[in-house]
């Protein structure tokens, strides 16, 4: 194991720490508007596919959360949400690419029955998606070569919001795929009372400001790899987007390149907010 560090890239403040002969480490500082994030990050050495840098950025936001959810109790609020209250899970979750291919493998390996159950669920969601007009707007969504805004999907969100759907992949009113559930749904937390959230289109909920959208960051990532638009998928069609898609989430770069570019757009995400 080598242990010196060195620059990797001035501009992006990351070091190297040291090697293995499969991964590399290294020493990241990012200034968000919540406060400097430090941590230490392993990534292959070899060539991989994007899907595998999906768990360290989703890291890096839940770090930067954690900065602004202590900023926040120290102002004197605190967060409401809580395990058992899923109100939330009636909104459409968009899902960057890399986290469509990486929620298929991962539903792919789920227990048989685990699995069938979840199958079952989403096909019960996109029959009641089809009857209300939607499911096709949703699959356009998310196979558009066009470079949609926040505001242009707005009118699609509230659509599918006033259906009052539950996520298909939640079950008792819990989620059935917790650990690996997309960053748009870790970021969504609230520090109003829980019971605003049962009409987040009416009540006043407050949400916690997120440092860096980590589904955005991935996107980006991925449109700069693939020459294409930052696409975000809506979920009850990601695992459709990611079978059609299959073959593009080859190994496209190194660990380290992957890293560099998904720091660099998180970089560029922090400069134009402030
Ligand atoms: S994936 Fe999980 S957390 Fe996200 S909306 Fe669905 S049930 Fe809720």
Redesign the pocket.
């Known amino acids: 194991m080598v242990e010196h560090p060195t620059l990797l890239s001035p501009m992006l403040d990351t070091c190297f720490m040291r090697s293995s002969n499969t991964h590399e480490t290294f020493r990241l500082s990012l200034p968000t508007p919540a406060g400097d994030l430090r941590a230490e990050i392993s990534v292959p050495t070899g060539f991989i596919p994007i899907s595998d840098i999906v768990p360290l950025m989703r890291s890096l936001g839940e770090q930067a959360l954690q900065l602004e959810e202590a900023n926040t109790q120290r102002a004197g609020h605190t967060v409401s949400c809580r395990k058992g209250c ?1 109100a ?2 009636r ?1 459409l ?1 968009p899902v960057s690419p890399p986290e469509a291919f990486r929620l298929k493998n991962q539903v792919e390996q789920l227990p048989g029955p685990e699995r069938d159950r979840l199958l079952e669920r989403l096909s019960t969601t996109k029959h009641a998606l089809n009857e209300a007009g939607l499911l096709g707007r949703l699959m356009q969504l998310s196979e558009t070569r066009t470079q949609l805004t926040d505001e242009d999907v707005e009118p699609m969100n509230q659509a599918y919001y006033a259906q009052r759907l539950p ?1 298909p ?2 079950e008792d009113e819990a ?4 650990d690996f ?2 960053a748009a ?1 870790r970021e969504l937390l609230v520090t109003s009372p829980a019971e605003l959230c049962l009409d987040m289109a009416r009540n006043p909920v407050q949400p916690l400001s997120v440092p860096f959208r980590v589904a955005t960051i991935l996107s980006l990532t991925w449109a700069k790899l693939t020459g294409g638009p930052a696409r975000l998928i809506p ?1 009850p069609v990601a695992l459709d987007w990611a079978d059609r898609h299959a073959d593009e989430n080859r190994p496209h770069e190194t660990g380290k390149t992957l890293l560099e570019m998904g720091v660099e757009k998180i970089l560029e995400f922090l400069r134009q907010r402030s």
Request: with cysteine; proline share 6%.
């Open positions: 899923a939330c899970c909104m979750v996520c992949f939640l989620c059935s795929i917790y559930r997309p749904c979920l």
